[in-house]
């Protein structure tokens, strides 16, 4: 056929195209680093389930998964990661752990009821079980041993006070999945200590809707100073969005990833509240270790806080390198 | 038998009847298919303007603009698409893997930006081809393989960018060879009578006037119409139904590569999980601007409007400063208004 031999002489072309043209500045660093292989423990080796809610594709969740990665290496287990976004999903999920008789599990609450019986379930066989990231309020009465995490409430307030001191006159926080509850509670945190604050809500899977509806809430209310985003990728958006608009606004945010890092120096980011993901990840799997080969449980029954602290100029340089290599 | 009578025509009158009669130039043009949206659209427009002071200056129009020609450009080939009588359930998600193909490709094997945006677009061709190619193949209906396409693509997208770079966002590309010029041509801003617009609003309203003149002015379009309306009739007339549908499918595979090379060079890094649901918004944008999800009826110029629409309602609820929890439900009260108008005007002409 005439149309499929043009289209495989196109192809072919192309290809030869891409592998003469090349970039000779960026892309992936030229030189292979060694990777550091450090020394493990002794003890027996036994299964961990990790159970999320992640949403597939969310740059946060890296972290926490790295730092559960390294602890597990660390501690000479193995580690079984799985994620569902959906409540009942995440039950199953917890559920199927019980069932294949894992050791140890460590679980995100961030529907509590949802979780409870598959968390019960594992409790009664024995299964000690650890919560870290969301469910501060319920874990405690689940039976849960331990919790790693920051209050997305705290964190707001937080956030709240750092732009009282910055003298903002209005905030807007932007929320990318509307209805998520840490993320309503972040901003509720924020409106509690900076009552100027508005909501706006954005459709977190589509990038230049995102841009587009920061600025027009920019230009609806010119008396905006301030734009609190939710999320690294969202805010180096919403700085697009304020070069778009022409306003003089600033730009915050909670969490940190690679590319956030370059925007802090250069200014065009303030801040970004960090919770620590990879401390969370980390601080689940090696506290499920110590407990089940030493009986230790970490925190005396309060919740071990991961967050917030802030990461601006004064700071950066010291976290831009992990930042980099994608730890922090 | 007589031959011989004469037949005087001059005294003759000719019948008229309802079924060929003439259609005056007004009702040639209310009968477009789409005409409900366009009113549509003007009477969100004006409401929009009455409602929300910032939505008048030119700037606004501007942002407007700019959220409605992202979804226009994929919707004007999707339009396309459902004319000749298929959907891609993959579209969405197409876009995302376009500009991770793109990008990734680029920063592990050290490319110039613009060979890493060449492999994508024969990646993008190819899975465009892949669908046509089984539906074609299997009769199965498009809705269904197409979906598996959305399932595929969306677990690949974040599995390989996590292969590649270790994490689910793909690494920044902005200091490599190429991003200038590519960023020029995808993603740049240009002054337009002191309004600062986005190049994807002139892209958009370029390929929407290329695929209206290709329906209407060429037998590719006309063919288009055929496979959309009864496949097998065109087929039994010589129509390349095969071809045609393929043809179809790679060009909303080129679209979601054009849009997903316009991602990565304004945003420089990509986030894998994104474009996961925007497939029904470049069908909906279609279908307001007066597509059947029969196929075989429709313009291009109806799925800029809807587009249109889209973006509109999407940042006018923003500019009329509207408490934000109610947001999606007036983007749907909108949206049904829209559809609604439309249907009612396509009837009212129908019985002209």
Redesign the interface.
């Known amino acids: 056929m005439r ?1 499929s031999r043009l ?1 495989a002489i196109a ?1 072919t072309g ?2 030869v ?12 660093p ?1 030189e292979s680093e060694g990777g550091g292989g450090g020394g493990t423990v002794d003890t027996p080796r036994m299964t961990i389930a990790m159970v999320t809610h992640e ?5 946060f ?2 972290l926490i998964r790295k730092g559960a990665e390294a602890a597990a290496k660390k501690d000479n287990i193995e580690l079984r990661y799985s994620n569902d976004p959906e409540a009942p999903n995440q039950a199953n999920l917890v559920q199927t752990a019980v069932d294949s008789g894992v050791a140890g599990i460590a679980v995100t609450l961030a529907k509590p009821d949802a979780m409870r019986a598959a968390v019960e379930n594992a409790e009664k066989k024995g299964i000690p079980v650890v919560a870290f990231n969301a469910g501060q309020d319920a874990w405690k009465e689940m039976g849960v041993k331990e919790y790693f995490g920051q209050d997305g409430y705290i964190a707001g307030q937080s956030a709240g006070e750092r732009l009282k001191s910055e003298g903002a006159k209005k905030a807007i926080c932007v ?1 990318q999945e ?1 209805g998520h509850v840490d993320l309503e509670a972040r901003c509720a945190g924020v409106k509690n200590t900076f009552p100027a604050t ?4 954005v ?1 977190g ?5 995102v ?3 920061i ?3 920019l ?3 010119p008396s905006i100073d301030y734009v609190v985003a939710l999320g690294a ?1 969202f805010a ?2 919403a700085v ?1 969005s304020v070069k ?3 306003s003089s606004a600033k730009v915050g945010t909670f969490d940190t ?3 956030l890092v ?1 925007a802090i120096k250069n200014g065009d980011v303030q801040w970004a509240v960090d919770q620590q993901p990879y401390l969370q990840g980390y601080l689940a799997v090696d506290s499920l270790w110590l407990y089940l080969n030493n009986g230790n449980v970490i925190g005396g029954g309060q919740p071990v806080l991961t967050g917030p602290s802030f990461i601006d100029k004064s700071n950066i340089d010291a976290i831009a390198e992990y930042a980099k290599g ?1 730890t922090r | 038998m007589s031959t011989g009578t004469t037949v005087d025509l001059s005294e003759r009158k000719v019948v008229h009847d309802e079924r060929v009669k003439e259609r005056n130039k007004l009702q040639r043009l209310v009968i477009r298919p789409e005409m409900g949206a366009l009113i549509g659209a003007v009477v969100i427009f004006i409401f929009f303007l009455v409602v ?1 002071p ?1 939505f008048r ?1 030119p ?2 129009l501007a ?2 603009l ?2 409605s020609s ?1 979804i226009g450009i994929m919707a004007c080939a999707v339009a396309l698409l459902m004319i000749g009588g298929e959907f891609d359930l993959s579209a969405g998600v197409a876009v995302t893997t376009s500009s991770l193909a793109g990008s990734m ?12 945006a ?2 994508a ?2 990646l993008s061709l190819a899975i465009g ?1 892949f669908n046509g190619y089984l539906v074609m193949r299997t009769k199965i209906p498009s809705f269904l393989i197409t979906l598996g396409t959305l399932l595929m693509l ?1 677990g690949a ?2 599995a390989v ?2 292969l590649v770079s ?4 793909t ?8 991003w200038d010029s590519a960023r020029l041509v995808f993603a740049s801003t240009l002054p337009i009578f002191g309004v ?1 617009v986005r190049i ?1 609003v002139l892209w958009w309203l370029l390929f929407t006037a290329i695929a209206t003149y290709v329906l209407f002015k060429t037998r590719i379009g006309n063919w288009i119409f055929a496979v959309g309306g009864d496949q097998e009739s065109a087929r039994a007339v010589g129509v390349p139904v095969t ?1 045609v549908k393929i043809g179809l499918f790679m060009y909303v595979g080129f679209s979601a590569w054009f849009l997903g090379m ?2 990565l060079f ?4 990509v ?8 497939e029904f ?1 470049y069908i909906i944008a279609a279908v307001i601007g007066g597509c059947l999800l029969t196929g075989g009826y429709g313009t291009a110029i109806g799925a800029a409007i809807g587009a249109f629409i889209f ?1 509109m309602v ?2 006018g609820i ?4 509207w408490e ?2 109610w ?2 439900f007036f983007m749907g009260v909108m949206l049904l208004f829209a559809v609604i108008a439309n249907n009612a005007f396509r009837n009212y002409a129908a019985k002209r």
Not at chain 1, 55 to 59: C, I, L, Q, Y
Not at chain 1, 198 to 201: C, G, M, P, Q, S
């Open positions: 149309f289209a192809g192309l290809l195209l891409g592998i003469a043209s090349c970039s000779s500045t960026g892309g992936k030229r949403v597939p594709g969310d740059s969740w890296d929320i509307q508005e909501n706006l809500n459709n899977k589509d990038m230049p809707s841009e587009s509806t600025t027009a809430k230009q609806q209310d990728p180096l958006t697009q778009n608009a022409g990833n690679a590319a370059d994608g | 929300a910032p200056g700037d606004a942002t407007v700019y959220g992202t490709l680029a920063w592990n094997f050290h490319l110039n930006l613009w060979a890493g060449a492999l677009l024969v081809f969306s997208n974040i960018t996590k270790g994490q689910v966002a690494p920044s590309v902005s200091d490599m060879q190429g600062q994807t071809r316009h991602l304004s945003y420089n890094t986030q894998s999980g994104q474009g996961v649901g925007q918004i973006g999407q940042q923003v500019y009329a400063g934000p929890d947001f999606k």
